[in-house]
């Protein structure tokens, strides 16, 4: 048992230290829209790619009081699910978090995950922000991560010791974060001491409209594209054929091209769980020639806004069609 670390057993004035950078999710979604930089994506895939085996050892031997990773529940979820554990309250310095190179201009730029709100909905009752935290610095600590670093408990006296030997095992990111401050009921204390902040947002660069001739797409996915006529249109009926000549409107290639008009189809299917949406779009991408593996990038991008009960439906859903 002494080989256990639990995520029930913080201490009040145990030191908090996270063994990863942040923005794991932040990142992938700026990919995924095609506003990430090289540095950053390469910076998350060794992220994303290293191992918690060095630190979940290091953490053993100094016999660290509680530890959780860090996942698709976020920073937030999984610290108030270790303190609420615990009986305490605790406290995190927004300006001492390590985030990935560039989450901070894309936070700026407006680019956030839909995870961030599933996250919220579970667990924002116990995170307090304090005096000069924003909205968006909250947000941010709601990011789903993948593969993400431990989150550790430590007695104030191990812990220097603690992070000195997960530096030197190469555990760079590694630091602390935060602290437990008192007996308590879970709570989170997001503070800030003003010595970082976010920049300001980047100019857009205005993006060329892609050319590619694609075949058009023809019927919208949850309307009947025949209803839309060159009739004049008035009254409910009118609203009717207004909006479904609409749908097929948007469905045809213009600055997007068919081919990423289809993915995005697909990814909105998934993340709003539209299951015979998802069916038809899947079709439809087989069509015009997808791989399967091009149809799961699709389906996981509606995951990123859709969180974990997205990520449940469509496995359902793919297994069903598989039958």
């Known amino acids: ?81 270790m303190a609420l554990r615990s009986d305490v309250d605790v406290e995190v310095v927004w300006d001492d978090l390590p985030w990935l190179p560039g989450v901070l201009q894309f936070v700026a730029d407006g680019i956030l995950p839909g995870a961030i709100e599933r996250n919220k909905e579970s667990c924002a009752e116990r995170v307090k922000q304090g005096q000069g935290v924003s909205e968006v610095m909250k947000d941010m600590c709601f990011d789903a991560q993948t593969s993400g670093g431990l989150l550790i408990a430590s007695a104030p006296e191990k812990a220097e010791a603690l992070l000195a030997d997960l530096h030197q095992a190469g555990v760079d990111q590694a630091c602390v974060i935060g602290r437990v401050t008192q007996q308590g009921t879970g709570m989170v204390s997001l503070e800030t001491t003003g010595k970082q902040s976010l920049p300001a947002p980047a100019e857009r660069l205005t993006q060329k409209a892609a050319t590619e001739p694609v075949r058009e797409e023809d019927v919208p996915c949850c309307g009947d594209a025949s209803l839309a006529s060159e009739a004049s249109l008035t009254g409910v009926a ?50 015009k020639g997808f791989t399967q593996d091009e149809i799961d990038e699709a389906a996981w991008m509606g995951v990123s806004f859709g969180g974990s009960p997205s990520m449940a439906f469509y496995k359902q859903v793919r297994a069903s069609m598989a039958d």
Not at 249 to 276: H, W
Request: aromatic fraction near 4%.
């Open 238 to 287: 009118g609203i009717e054929q207004q909006y479904q000549r609409f749908l097929a409107s948007v469905g045809k290639p213009s600055g997007l091209d068919a081919y990423t008009k289809q993915a995005i189809n697909l990814a909105l299917s998934v993340a709003t769980r539209c299951e015979p949406c998802v069916k038809i779009h899947v079709q439809k991408a087989i069509e």
């Open 1 to 81: 048992t002494d080989k256990v670390a639990k995520n029930a057993n913080a201490q009040v004035g145990d030191v908090l230290i996270l063994t990863k950078a942040l923005g794991t999710g932040i990142v992938a979604f700026a990919g995924q829209i095609d506003r990430a930089t090289p540095a950053s994506l390469d910076a998350a895939a060794q992220s994303m790619c290293a191992l918690n085996k060095d630190a979940a050892s290091l953490m053993i031997q100094h016999q660290a009081r509680a530890c959780t990773d860090v996942t698709g529940f976020s920073l937030m979820g999984h610290l108030s699910e």
